[in-house]
Every structure is written in structure tokens, then in C-alpha cells.
């Protein structure tokens, strides 16, 4: 692992919560807590690099969905918006077969030779692959299918571990609307998908990063859920960042401090943030989740 460091913040968290505490002050060292994910955070990092540097294209959970081109009409954005989020999308019509070999150009330089998905396989695994969220439904019973007209060979930017690769794709063209979809034809064969590298973990570990991006200094802004108060106020928590760099990705580790007892505390939660200093401005290292080893969902933040 190349230019690892560690290198500490605290931050208070954002003010309004309910709920009380029970006694005085009692310090509470958010020493322990970071102490115990920073071997998880070594893991996270030298799993991402082996997975970058090994013979396998090594690629992410969504890397076979769709990618819109363009806005949806005013009069169809809330349908269509629905539809392509629950994976209701058609073929109108019968759409042409695939090249019979194509190239994957490979961030090193190097090619690797397919044979690409057909458009329906292609929509089928767009389908099959729409993440089901907890804050979204599963189905959009109410909404109209997508209807693809058009199917176009192309090539497009497939993303790996190791970087952005140029794979075989297909660009759709949908009916009464000039939105294109775009979907890689790699074959999941042709694949190999990196898995969430913890199932589960202890409370004490970190955090869920739901946001993060680059900001001078060099340094991360990162958003978080977490109590929405801060630790000199009964319930309240601070909340100390470290940033854990290789030279691929980073992983950064949030612990709480806490003054009060929270034995009668709610699990009340609120956006808490933190801007965690680097040793390096980030470029184009990922940043992964300390429990999963997967990338941060949002990294576009500004």
C-alpha cells in the first residue's frame, strides 16, 4: 500500500435534536472506536489495489445499468423518471443482433476480446440489476413502460476497478422522446464483480459516508448521519474524521466523541459534516466505504 496516513479532525455536528441525558459530563475517548477501524480501513484499501492490479476486470454492483443522455420532456419526466428507477422498459419492436467480437480497452493499454450482450439481453439486465431502496418502491405500478425503438452498437466507458475501461455498449432510442439510454454489452462472464468485502459489522466501527468530495486544503467534505446535536449538550455527539490514503483510494473514518451518558437517549439522526485534510488532493482516487470496501454512492458533490 503506497502513502498510507492517517491524519485527525474534529468537527462539531449540527445543532436540534430531542431526547436527554441522564448525569454530568463524562468524557468519552473516540480513541478506541478509531483504533479498531483502522485495520479495516488497511483491508479495504489493499483489497482495492490487489482487485486494480490482477489479470481480472474487477468491476462494481451497477456497472450494468443505464445511463440517460439528455432531459425527459416536462410532460413525461415523472413517468418516465419512475419507470427507468423500477427497470419498466420494453423492446417496441424487434432490435438487431450484436457485432460477433468486440474489444474491451483496458486502462493499462491492454484489450480484451467478447462477445457482446444482444440489446434484449442487455435490457434484461438492466432490469434485473435496479437496486431496490429502502426510501423508494420496489414497483411503479402507475407508471408506463419505456418503449425502445432503436438499438445502436457503440462503445462506451466502462468503469473498473482499476479505472475507466472503453467496452462494447448499446445506445437505445425510445419512443416519443429524443432521451437515449446507454448500457454496457460486456457479458457478466467476461467480469468479475467485487462483493461487498463486510456483511455486517460492530456499531462501534464508523459510519455510513453518504457523501464525498474534494475541497481545498487538500481535504475531503464528507456527510454523514449522526446525532444532530453536539457533545456539550445532553444527547450530544462530536465527531473526530481520519482519512486512511493509498495510492487507488482512500477511506475515511468517523468516531464519536461524546460528554454526556446516552443511556436515555433517542436514536434520533441527523446530516452531520466533516472536512477530513489529505495527505494528497484526491485526483482520481475513489472513496470507499469503510465496511463494504465499495465506493462511496455520491462522489459528484461540489
Known amino acids: 500500500?503506497?502513502?498510507?496516513?492517517?491524519?485527525?479532525?474534529?468537527?462539531?455536528?449540527?445543532?436540534?435534536?430531542?431526547?436527554?441525558?441522564?448525569?454530568?459530563?463524562?468524557?468519552?475517548?473516540?480513541?478506541?472506536?478509531?483504533?479498531?477501524?483502522?485495520?479495516m480501513a488497511g483491508e479495504v484499501l489493499a483489497r482495492w489495489d490487489q482487485a486494480a492490479t490482477g489479470a481480472e476486470i474487477v468491476?462494481?454492483?451497477?456497472?450494468?445499468?443505464?445511463?440517460?443522455i439528455g432531459e425527459w420532456a416536462a410532460d413525461v419526466a415523472e413517468n418516465h423518471d419512475g419507470a427507468l428507477r423500477t427497470g419498466l422498459i420494453e423492446a417496441a419492436r424487434a432490435l438487431p443482433p450484436p457485432p460477433g467480437r468486440a474489444l474491451i480497452e483496458l486502462p493499462d493499454g491492454r484489450t480484451r476480446s467478447v462477445a457482446p450482450l444482444d440489446p434484449a439481453a442487455?435490457?434484461?439486465?438492466?432490469?434485473?440489476?435496479?437496486?431496490?431502496?429502502?426510501?423508494?418502491?420496489?414497483?411503479?405500478?402507475?407508471c408506463r413502460p419505456l418503449r425502445v425503438t432503436a438499438a445502436r452498437a457503440i462503445v462506451a466507458p466502462l468503469d473498473t476497478v482499476a479505472g475507466p475501461a472503453i467496452a462494447p455498449a448499446w445506445e437505445f432510442g425510445l419512443e416519443g422522446s429524443d432521451v437515449r439510454l446507454i448500457a454496457t454489452a460486456v457479458p457478466d462472464k467476461a467480469v468479475t464483480l467485487l462483493a461487498p468485502l463486510h456483511e455486517t459489522a460492530p456499531r462501534d466501527t464508523g459510519v455510513w459516508v453518504e457523501v464525498a468530495h474534494a475541497v481545498d486544503g487538500p481535504a475531503l467534505a464528507v456527510t454523514f448521519l449522526g446525532a444532530p446535536r453536539p457533545a456539550d449538550r445532553p444527547c450530544g455527539v462530536d465527531y473526530t474524521g481520519e482519512a486512511v490514503e493509498s495510492g487507488r483510494a482512500v477511506v475515511v473514518l468517523v468516531a464519536p466523541r461524546r460528554t454526556?451518558?446516552?443511556?436515555?437517549?433517542?436514536?434520533?439522526?441527523g446530516a452531520n459534516r466533516l472536512?477530513?485534510?489529505?495527505?494528497?488532493?484526491?485526483?482520481?482516487?475513489?472513496?470507499?466505504?469503510?465496511?463494504?470496501?465499495?465506493?462511496?454512492?455520491?462522489?459528484?458533490g461540489g
Open 1 to 39: 500500500m503506497r502513502g498510507l496516513r492517517v491524519v485527525a479532525v474534529v468537527v462539531l455536528s449540527a445543532a436540534g435534536c430531542s431526547g436527554g441525558g441522564s448525569g454530568g459530563p463524562v468524557e468519552v475517548d473516540p480513541g478506541p472506536a478509531l483504533a479498531t477501524q483502522r485495520p
Open 59 to 68: 468491476v462494481v454492483e451497477g456497472y450494468g445499468g443505464a445511463r440517460q
Open 122 to 142: 442487455t435490457l434484461d439486465r438492466v432490469r434485473r440489476g435496479v437496486p431496490v431502496k429502502w426510501n423508494e418502491p420496489a414497483r411503479c405500478p402507475a
Open 260 to 269: 454526556y451518558p446516552q443511556s436515555r437517549c433517542t436514536s434520533e439522526a
Open 275 to 300: 472536512t477530513v485534510p489529505l495527505d494528497a488532493p484526491l485526483g482520481d482516487r475513489v472513496v470507499l466505504q469503510l465496511h463494504t470496501g465499495l465506493p462511496v454512492a455520491d462522489q459528484t
